[in-house]
DNA sequence: AACCCGTCTGTCACTTAGTGACAATGTCAC
DNA sequence: GTGACATTGTCACTAAGTGACAGACGGGTT
């Protein structure tokens, strides 16, 4: 917790990068803080530069807008399903990568991380309503859709600007972003945390074989012998699910 | 073209619901065409005022914010899209309906509608550079995804609302949204646009089956006997129906 | 005709989101 | 230390958007 900016790059030109993610979440924490208990339009600059502790003009020199004070927190509320993506080992099964990230994630989390998932999860929902909130729940999953087509075109050998990655992408993060509704609107009415993260994962895993016609879910060979010959007609039928559970 | 208002409904209040929506896209489309010569940045509401010939305070009165001008000739542009997937019926296939539809609007459309339909691929555009109005955009495709709902549900026999649905109906939207894009492009890029319109209709049928697992996109038996037992189970494990709530 | 009534619109004053410009401070490199 | 650069604060300013009031249009009643 002390000051220590040692080890992290600041290779040219001030402490950028890393101490300007940590002022921008530091004012979207409090600016999801006070929208969820305001509102929006109840909100004003002037309130969330003092809440924060800096002066107004310094918030819209790191947000372009107000609504997009709430971008860095409900960001880092899909970090975790980002990170676990990208982490996908090529020959692994979603569900079992899934399961093991979880189970990861679990032991790691801490009490501030858990602050912060869940005003994430009410920005989520304030975005139901808020249309000013919208946009910055959409374009979180715009990013994720992005680094979906990053990690689909190397899982099935084609370029990330490939029309037909590009629509896995697309199908697969709109699929999340359901999810994530889904859950985030059963944790604030109560329901188990435990057994809706349990859930989650299920749905995940499923979402993402259903979204893409099954053609991302299995484990990849990567080196030669695709030896899965359908996933370039997306017929009707549906593709073995082989639940590797 | 005489102001025959006489057959439509004005059955509350003033002539609302069909001359709003004139003036609205009046507005629109002069607000799309000066977004699109200079930027959205560099058109002020004062100018969208005085291109259309109303006071800037009228503008706002029938638009809450500066971006969303270009809204309805946004959705406007992907409004014969839901109007084919609404009008789909249960016990034709999606290539069948799409090929008709798509003949019955080529022969249909007039130079107003493709002037129209040149500004919203424009503003398509122009949204992926242009985060305000890539809102729009995204606006429209969340429109999109609820009229979607609304018809998944009806061919699988469910409720808008419940999870499977809302899953299909947003990776549906998605690869939609995806289309519209990469069509776009291509057709501001020169590529001949009818060659892209037949591409456009194979692609949408594929992407929709895709999308949704195979689930939706064939022919459905209304009464009885689904002949069809792939899709109620999706994936691996059905976690959908057991909803807690 | 005059009259009333409701809606739409314009004008103007006003609040507030967001920017530009400049000065003050702080930090690193030397 | 001093100079270069980055960050922040202060203040004046533009532009988006709202509230309030008044006039215009239009249609129905007598």
Redesign the interface.
């Known amino acids: 917790m002390a000051d220590d900016v040692a080890s992290t790059e600041r290779s040219r030109g001030g402490m950028s990068e890393q101490r300007r993610r940590r002022v921008r979440l530091e004012i979207s924490r409090e600016a999801a803080r006070l929208f969820w208990a305001q509102g929006v339009d109840g909100t004003s600059g002037d309130q969330i530069a003092e809440a924060v502790g800096l002066s107004t003009r310094t918030i819209w020199r790191h947000f372009r807008s107000k609504e997009s004070c709430a971008e860095p927190i409900v960001a880092q509320s899909v970090e975790w399903e980002l990170a676990t993506l990208r982490s996908w080992p090529p020959r692994r099964s979603l569900?079992e990568h899934f399961a093991t990230e979880a189970k990861r994630l679990v032991s790691e989390i801490g009490p501030s991380e858990q602050a912060d998932a869940g005003l994430g999860i009410k920005m989520v929902r304030l975005a139901e309503t808020e249309?000013a909130l919208?946009?910055a729940w959409?374009?979180a999953c715009?990013q994720v859709?992005r680094e979906l087509a990053g990690v689909i075109a190397t899982r099935l050998g084609l370029r990330p600007d490939d029309?037909q990655v590009?629509?896995?992408a697309?199908?697969?993060?709109?699929?999340l972003?359901?999810?994530n509704e889904?859950v985030g609107a059963?944790l604030l009415d109560g329901?188990d945390p435990r057994?809706l993260g349990d859930?989650s994962f299920?749905?995940i895993?499923?979402?993402v074989?259903?979204?893409?016609?099954?053609?991302v879910g299995d484990p990849v060979h990567t080196d030669e012998a695709p030896a899965e010959p359908d996933e370039a007609a997306?017929?009707?039928?549906?593709p073995g699910?082989s639940?590797t559970?």
Chains 1, 2 share one sequence.
């Open positions: 569900e249309p919208r946009t959409l374009m715009d859709e029309l590009r629509l896995h697309a199908a697969t993060a709109a699929a972003r359901v999810i889904y059963g329901t057994q859930e299920a749905f895993a499923d979402a074989r259903t979204a893409t016609g099954g053609a997306p017929g009707s039928c549906g699910p639940t559970r």
